[in-house]
């Protein structure tokens, strides 16, 4: 069974600061993972993911995450954070199973930006 | 933009009354999905669906049930609304991308449901 820990349900940054948010994930195969994005009030939007491959992956708004196979994880990063990056972020990781994609969630990490 | 809207957006209503969420795309995918948002437990799948007819359980389905008559139609239905169906839920298409192959999961704007 796949499963995903998002460490911190609540991050607070700097404006300007690094953004960090950590994903661990455990699949029985080759994962897909996936970082989404939500903004209030509204659905969630897809900021990048990870198939097969190049490791560090780029997203939307500047986001990029690493996937490491020996860590088990898949942690997003940007290098400097604006006050339009406040969201909920969240990690899953997804397989093929039985024909249709089966997509489990982290909890979700909620981003503050301090001004 | 995957081309998926939901209707309502927002819905009150009372304990023992049946509702039905209405996902609707655009874009012919053949794979849907319904999803609720609770805090604390991420996005939880209630009913997928694989074309016409074609529709199986996820790991909330408990009062719960789905239709999908037309490709570009996804119905989900409480069947009699309880405090415990309060949330927010979200449909959402997978569209396969890339060399590949690999489907990905879009997502409606969601609709907020208060069962009083």
């Known amino acids: 069974a796949q499963s995903v820990t998002q460490l911190g349900s609540h991050v607070s940054v700097s404006e300007g600061a690094l953004v960090l948010l950590r994903c661990n994930y455990s699949s029985s195969v080759p994962p897909y993972l996936f970082w989404y994005v939500q903004y209030p009030n509204q659905g969630l939007q897809l900021l990048l993911k990870y198939t097969t491959g190049a490791t560090l992956v780029k997203g939307i708004n500047g986001f990029e995450a690493e996937f490491k196979k020996s860590e088990t994880s898949f942690h997003l990063t940007k290098p400097s954070a604006h006050m339009s990056d406040a969201a909920e972020y969240f990690c899953a990781v997804g397989e093929n199973s039985g024909g249709y994609q089966k997509v489990t969630f982290g909890t979700g990490t909620k981003l503050q930006v301090i001004p | 933009d995957a081309g998926i809207t939901q209707s309502p957006r927002h819905k009150v209503t009372e304990t023992g009354t049946p509702v039905t969420l209405r996902c609707h795309q655009t874009e012919n995918h053949r794979y849907m999905y319904w999803y609720r948002q609770d805090p604390g437990h991420g996005l939880r799948l209630i009913h997928y669906?694989?074309?016409?007819?074609?529709?199986d359980k996820g790991e909330v389905s408990d009062g719960y049930s789905v239709s999908r008559s037309k490709t570009e139609d996804f119905l989900l239905t409480l069947e009699s609304a309880t405090s415990s169906q309060t949330s927010v839920y979200f449909c959402a298409i997978s569209a396969t991308s890339g060399r590949t192959n690999q489907e990905t999961q879009y997502f409606g704007p969601g609709t907020r449901l208060l069962v009083l």
């Open positions: 669906s694989y074309g016409v007819k074609d529709t």
